[in-house]
């Protein structure tokens, strides 16, 4: 398969709009059946060997674990309960009310009842629509699908990689149903004095100094697939700081700074996947020593923060270099 292969937005618009309204039913059955985490660790997918998974789940009862999993290999939504029991349906043909109804008697069929508190997309521009209504979100291509699959499981290992310099607070590596965007985010131990007037999602979500980088497939306000990296809150001077690659840069966004690097100006070059670590690291380098991180404490380079092992291997890199 080839390295970051081409997703446009608008050979698949469509059906990411479907696709994302999707995500966001389950996603809302995985928020009212899992115990909340800080940040909303709890909430978001994980990635599988053929798609994305709710991880296990259990009932307001404690009475059932289930899981949810999309498979966009061969476009299905599988329902699995740990006694064994199964129930799948495609995923193609689905429009969005039509989902929603097969997915709760899916979730029925094997003996599990949740309640969604508020059944309707979340920061859509259909959010007052029920999904229970939505018969306009239908359309959905398998190839794009597939297509995003694969990309989301490439920048997956991308942050993977990235996460493992780090060796303090990081959340782990997952794919948001509400932005759908997949990110790993390092955090200070500084809290942040918020407003109460600021919404109670990102007042969770951002309760500390953080340092996040991910991915998104575009939409219509940015419109390309798009690597990016910001601080929150963001230290003065950050977007005075050069970015590496030489493609990359800083936009304003809601009232701060963005660093974004197009996914078509790497995916071309020599060293993809360097080229996004290196653009993640100018980033978090800039941020981290204004905002007046341990950067050197909290590294782990390679992974690695058992001393011994540094200093073995680093005395075989030398060792390496000399021959």
Same mark, same amino acid.
């Given at each position: 398969?080839?390295?970051?292969?081409?997703?446009?937005?608008?050979?698949?618009?469509?059906?990411?709009?479907?696709?994302?309204?999707?995500?966001?039913?389950?996603?809302?059955?995985?928020?009212?059946?899992?115990? &909340?985490?800080?940040?909303?660790?709890?909430?978001?997918?994980?990635?599988?060997?053929?798609?994305?998974?709710?991880?296990?789940?259990?009932?307001?009862?404690?009475?059932?674990?289930?899981?949810?999993?999309?498979?966009?290999?061969?476009?299905?939504?599988?329902? =699995?309960?740990?006694?064994? &029991?199964?129930?799948?349906?495609?995923?193609?043909?689905? =429009?969005?009310?039509?989902?929603?109804?097969?997915?709760?008697?899916?979730?029925?069929?094997?003996?599990?009842?949740?309640?969604?508190?508020?059944?309707?997309?979340?920061?859509?521009?259909?959010?007052?629509?029920?999904?229970?209504?939505?018969?306009?979100?239908?359309?959905?291509?398998?190839?794009?699908?597939?297509?995003?699959?694969?990309?989301?499981?490439?920048?997956?290992?991308?942050?993977?990689?990235?996460?493992?310099?780090? =060796?303090?607070?990081?959340?782990?590596?997952?794919?948001?149903?509400?932005?759908?965007?997949?990110?790993?985010?390092?955090?200070?131990?500084?809290?942040?004095?918020?407003?109460?007037?600021?919404?109670?999602?990102? &007042?969770?979500?951002?309760? &500390?100094?953080?340092?996040?980088?991910?991915?998104?497939?575009?939409?219509?306000a940015f419109p390309r697939p798009t690597f990016?990296?910001?601080?929150?809150?963001?230290?003065?001077?950050?977007?005075?700081?050069?970015?590496?690659?030489?493609?990359?840069?800083?936009?304003?966004?809601?009232?701060?700074?963005?660093?974004v690097l197009d996914y078509d100006d790497v995916?071309?070059?020599?060293?993809?996947?360097?080229?996004?670590?290196?653009?993640?690291?100018?980033?978090?380098?800039?941020?981290?020593?204004?905002?007046?991180?341990?950067?050197?404490?909290?590294?782990?380079?390679?992974?690695?923060?058992?001393?011994?092992?540094?200093?073995?291997?680093?005395?075989?890199?030398?060792?390496?270099?000399?021959?």
């Open positions: 398969m080839e390295l970051f292969p081409p997703i446009p937005l608008s050979r698949w618009q469509d059906s990411k709009a479907t696709l994302h309204r999707f995500a966001q039913v389950v996603g809302k059955i995985r928020l009212a059946s899992s115990v &909340r985490r800080n940040h909303w660790w709890n909430v978001p997918y994980h990635l599988t060997g053929r798609g994305i998974t709710t991880r296990p789940m259990t009932t307001a009862d404690g009475s059932e674990i289930f899981t949810i999993d999309f498979d966009f290999v061969d476009h299905r939504l599988t329902v =699995c309960s740990s006694d064994g &029991r199964r129930v799948s349906f495609p995923l193609a043909g689905q =429009c969005v009310a039509s989902f929603y109804r097969r997915t709760l008697d899916a979730l029925g069929a094997i003996g599990v009842a949740v309640t969604i508190p508020h059944p309707h997309p979340f920061d859509l521009p259909d959010a007052g629509r029920p999904f229970a209504d939505d018969t306009e979100h239908a359309d959905y291509d398998p190839f794009w699908v597939n297509r995003y699959w694969q990309v989301l499981s490439q920048v997956n290992l991308v942050l993977e990689e990235f996460a493992a310099r780090f =060796c303090g607070k990081v959340s782990p590596v997952h794919h948001f149903w509400h932005t759908f965007d997949i990110a790993v985010t390092r955090f200070s131990d500084r809290e942040v004095d918020q407003s109460s007037a600021v919404d109670p999602v990102t &007042r969770e979500a951002y309760s &500390r100094e953080v340092i996040s980088s991910g991915f998104w497939f575009g939409d219509e990016y990296s910001y601080a929150a809150p963001e230290p003065d001077g950050l977007a005075d700081h050069p970015l590496r690659p030489a493609a990359a840069r800083w936009v304003e966004r809601q009232g701060s700074h963005l660093a995916r071309g070059g020599e060293d993809p996947r360097g080229a996004v670590l290196d653009f993640y690291e100018s980033v978090y380098q800039a941020a981290a020593h204004l905002a007046g991180w341990d950067v050197d404490r909290e590294a782990s380079p390679g992974g690695v923060t058992d001393p011994v092992a540094a200093k073995a291997a680093g005395a075989a890199g030398a060792a390496g270099a000399a021959g």
